[in-house]
């Protein structure tokens, strides 16, 4: 399960972070030891792709260059196992640990600009090969408020493995009733109508914070891409405009179409449950991301059961459907000894070497062209945006927090009390744009 937290600021992680980096800023080729050579200190979260495949590439990095040895440092839980030694100044040279955990301990650095700038990094050719890292990647995935946090054309996080995010349902069930994947939200209506008739919900979600990727790809097909980074950066006006206005009415029919256990089943002991429920066709459609799958492998399923992945509708026939792209991001904090030999390790990331490596275990990096050798539902799922989908990246800016002040709880958490009726949409709306209202001015 992916791991959601909102921009709460770790206000005593921030304190040390501050008194530490300022004295231990070198940026020399790296640490020097008379057995190992060059030493580069990776710390890398161990999730879901397990820990092979970063031992791999270690492996494959250090036999490219003898003189070199990465230290690996691995762990489900990386934040309390780093925490301690960069309380004492010591730092690793790179951290593959993305937004969006519990601890945010990556918005802490971006929000106190304890990060280093990998813009350089982006021009530096790939180790072994002709070409940059920038010419590798697929265009795009550098150009997000997640890469580029302040807002200019700086790059202080390195986009890594990419999942594409989307509608999740049984293309068996849809077969066997004859039904359309909705391709508008007119089309969408009247399928949720055929299915109450067969005592089956149009929608179920894990737990709400999976409506993060769900709402920015509905911003972007009701107000376009303007619209979605006007509201990620809290522009005013941006939150209560009659584009976002519709977003959050298409949510309130949506709720009104929602199995009714999914809320009771929305927290991290439980989500599973609502994701059982596309197996089981009790509901249709569930926001999620390619490692569902993987997930759900072992539970039961229904009769003819095969996995179906679809953009959000569009608001017509002529306008764009949009589906967002998850992607995990590594970067380099400025109290990192090793800068250049860390900056180097990064630029093997984006080998055909490491990239093999990580396909193996299922960690899909953003290089082009990465998509074609895969296969089954892999294929399906890389291959949305063949289908004329548009991709939507970034999230909610990370530079500014406000102690008490939560835009991810009070964006997606409160879709909660929607779908019971303990709170209207405009109720829920009006919530929303005072909590940009706040993080705006913190900014100003």
């Known amino acids: ?25 070198k940026g ?32 494959a990095y250090e036999e490219q260059n003898p003189d070199v040895t990465v230290e690996l440092t691995l ?8 925490s301690p030694n960069m309380k004492a100044g010591k730092f690793p040279d790179v951290v593959l640990l993305g937004v969006g955990r519990e601890a945010g301990l990556t918005e802490t650095f971006i929000k106190d600009k304890n990060i280093e700038d990998l813009t350089d990094m982006l021009s530096m050719k790939v180790p072994g090969e002709e070409k940059t890292v920038s010419e590798k990647l697929i265009p795009g995935f550098t150009d997000s408020l997640v890469t580029n946090p302040y807002g200019d054309d700086k790059t202080f996080l390195a986009p890594m493995f990419y999942a594409p995010t989307g509608l999740f ?23 949720g109508e055929k299915a109450k008739k067969e005592d089956i919900a149009l929608f179920t979600y894990p737990v709400a914070g999976y409506l993060d990727t769900f709402f920015s790809s509905l911003l972007s ?43 009771a089943n929305a927290n991290h002991q439980d989500f599973t449950k609502n994701q ?26 229904a ?84 289908d004329g989908a548009k991709a939507v990246m970034g999230g909610l800016s990370t530079s500014v927090t406000v102690e008490g002040v939560d835009m991810h709880s009070s964006l997606y958490d409160t879709y909660n009390s929607v779908v019971t009726g303990d709170k209207t949409a405009s109720e829920w709306q009006k919530t929303v744009v005072e909590t940009a209202d706040k993080l705006r001015e913190a900014a100003e």
């Open 169 to 191: 349902y049984n293309a068996g069930l849809l077969e066997e009733k004859g039904w359309e994947v909705p391709t508008t939200w007119d089309e969408m209506w009247e399928l």
């Open 28 to 59: 020399g080729e790296g640490a020097k030891d008379d057995k190992k050579g060059t030493v580069v200190q990776v710390a890398a979260l161990e999730s879901a792709y397990g820990a092979d495949m970063w031992n791999d590439v270690k492996a």
């Open 303 to 386: 009769n003819g059961f095969k996995w179906g992945m679809t953009a959000l509708p569009a608001q017509s026939k002529d306008s764009d459907r949009y589906s967002y792209t998850f992607f995990e991001q590594a970067w380099m904090p400025s109290g990192a000894e090793n800068k250049d030999a860390g900056k180097k390790f990064m630029a093997f990331l984006y080998s055909d070497k490491a990239a093999e490596i990580f396909e193996k275990a299922g960690a899909i990096q953003p290089i082009e062209g990465m998509s074609d050798g895969l296969e089954g539902e892999q294929k399906l799922f890389y291959s949305i945006y063949d």
């Open 221 to 263: 097909t009701t107000g376009g891409p303007e619209l979605f980074n006007s509201a990620m950066t809290y522009e005013k006006g941006a939150w209560d405009s009659k584009e976002a206005t519709e977003a959050f009415d298409i949510l309130d029919k949506l709720a009104k179409y929602t199995a009714e256990t999914t809320v």
């Open 276 to 301: 059982q429920l596309i197996l089981d066709n009790k509901a249709i459609f569930m926001p999620n991301g390619t490692w569902v799958p993987e997930e759900m492998k072992d539970a039961p399923r």
């Open 1 to 25: 399960m992916k791991k959601i937290i909102g921009l709460t600021s770790v206000l005593a992680l921030s304190a040390f972070v501050l008194g530490a980096c300022g004295s231990n800023d």
């Open 75 to 82: 762990d489900k839980k990386l934040e309390d196992v780093i």
